[in-house]
């Protein structure tokens, strides 16, 4: 699983600070508010912002949790959800990367996790 693995180490160069720069947005980017309304579907909680940096709220346990995430056993509804941002036009990783450093390594684990 290359992909994987490449996400892995995506979000392994990150660090506190970077959650804390993307969550401390007034106004997100919306290619932020996709990837983290992403985040917010595989942790099976409501798609907004708002829920998004409650997520973040404390970044070294955020972190944690997209590393540890359980990604063999994600439910069809779960994955159905997903799948829909991830068709998304703006759902790429070079295309968010503009916005933020951490915006890109959670859009590039989004993506290996499904």
Do not use: Q, R
């Given at each position: 699983m290359p992909i994987y693995e490449d996400a892995l180490k995506a979000l392994n160069t990150l660090n506190k ?98």
């Amino acid at each position: 699983m290359p992909i994987y693995e490449d996400a892995l180490k995506a979000l392994n160069t990150l660090n506190k600070n970077d959650i804390v720069e993307m969550k401390s947005y007034p106004t997100p980017p919306t290619e932020l508010v996709m990837i983290i309304s992403a985040v917010c579907v595989l942790f099976d909680t409501k798609e907004n912002w708002d829920e998004g940096k409650k997520l973040m709220n404390e970044p070294k346990k955020f972190l944690d949790s997209l590393v540890s995430y359980k990604k063999d056993n994600i439910p069809e509804k779960i994955l159905k959800k997903v799948k829909k941002y991830i068709k998304m036009e703006n759902f790429k990783p070079e295309i968010i990367a503009k916005k933020s450093k951490a915006g890109e390594s959670i859009c590039k684990w989004v993506i290996a996790i499904v």
